[in-house]
């Protein structure tokens, strides 16, 4: 063992053969200093190079007492008993595992901790709730995270508010069953709904043309899709067959029609409705693949008119 003159600034060496660990076997010195006999380490022992940053190593542990879990029920602004996590906890599970940028996803969204901390935080974020807490706790908190509420952690991350959410509902039965045991489509659908409902089953886009009313949904190779809840009779069809061009395709989904309607023109195939939805559902699968879209706002003043037609 060497030791340094300075009393105040001693340096202290050891050399020794470690019988375990990396240097296992391997004569290596360890240097202290000052009187307490602070270990001295190297940068390239407790620091790591990433992405162009110096990050230090530091071993957290699995037991996290530092983190303060007692004004927890107040984050937020909504009440979560029993199951409310504190955003600072949050904040450290998202520091060791993602920057800036990275998607977050919470399957079980509770109280809204997760999305409200990864939002604050600049990272992308997808939360899924069942039942009333999307209204009663997601949706609030996430509004006032948005406004720039300054609890939980957004002083130390400086939050002052901004961004955006989209928010999804899922939607109810496309079709059910009347009186009758017939399969019917459900009233919960306004004639919007409907449409781009039929239109994303039968594989095309729901995008409505403001000129021509026909052509409510497209797809690949010029052609087109028309849904109607109206009864379609041969003139009705004629009128529309008028304004297809030869290079076009459209089909038409009505609740019923005139006979022979769906052999009458080569480049329109007419099918009757719910039938030609149920021909394209899944039972029994154990997923959701489906090709998700924008879909049109609820207006129940359109809907009341739908009924009354």
């Known amino acids: 063992m060497r030791e340094a003159t300075d009393e105040e600034d001693n340096l202290y060496s050891i050399d020794y053969y470690p019988i375990s660990g990396r240097n296992k076997g391997q004569l290596t010195t360890m240097y202290f200093v000052g009187k307490n006999k602070r270990l001295v380490s190297w940068f390239k022992n407790v620091c790591v190079k990433e992405r162009g940053y110096i990050f230090k190593k530091e071993k957290v542990g699995s037991l996290w007492s530092d983190l303060n879990w007692n004004n927890v029920n107040r984050e937020g602004e909504v009440v979560f008993t029993g199951g409310k996590k504190p955003e600072v906890l949050i904040k450290r599970i998202l520091e060791l595992a993602t920057e800036q940028g990275d998607l977050v996803l919470d399957s079980f969204l509770g109280s809204g901790t997760t999305a409200a901390v990864a939002h604050k935080m600049g990272r992308?974020?997808?939360?899924?709730?069942?039942?009333?807490?999307?209204?009663?706790?997601?949706?609030?908190?996430?509004?006032?995270?948005?406004?720039?509420?300054?609890?939980?952690?957004?002083?130390?991350?400086?939050?002052?508010?901004?961004?955006?959410?989209?928010?999804?509902?899922?939607?109810?039965?496309?079709?059910?069953?009347?009186?009758?045991?017939?399969?019917?489509?459900?009233?919960?659908?306004?004639?919007?709904?409907?449409?781009?409902?039929?239109?994303?089953?039968?594989?095309?886009?729901?995008?409505?043309?403001?000129?021509?009313?026909?052509?409510?949904?497209?797809?690949?190779?010029?052609?087109?899709?028309?849904?109607?809840?109206?009864?379609?009779?041969?003139?009705?069809?004629?009128?529309i067959s008028c304004e297809v061009s030869s290079m076009e395709n459209l089909l038409i989904c009505a609740p019923a029609f005139d006979i022979g309607l769906s052999k009458r023109y080569d480049n329109i195939n007419v099918r009757k409705i719910p039938q030609s939805v149920l021909s394209k559902c899944e039972y029994g699968v154990d997923n959701y693949n489906l090709n998700i879209i924008n879909p049109p706002e609820f207006d129940e003043d359109e809907w009341e008119d739908c009924e009354d037609a």
């Open 124 to 239: 992308r974020w997808i939360g899924i709730e069942l039942g009333n807490h999307c209204y009663s706790h997601c949706k609030p908190r996430l509004d006032k995270v948005i406004e720039g509420e300054q609890g939980g952690i957004s002083k130390k991350v400086e939050w002052q508010g901004g961004g955006g959410y989209k928010f999804y509902e899922l939607a109810p039965t496309l079709i059910v069953k009347d009186k009758y045991g017939n399969p019917v489509f459900s009233d919960k659908y306004n004639a919007a709904m409907l449409t781009a409902a039929v239109a994303k089953i039968n594989g095309f886009f729901y995008a409505p043309d403001k000129d021509v009313y026909w052509k409510q949904g497209r797809s690949q190779d010029n052609s087109y899709i028309y849904v109607t809840t109206q009864y379609l009779t041969a003139e009705m069809l004629d009128n």
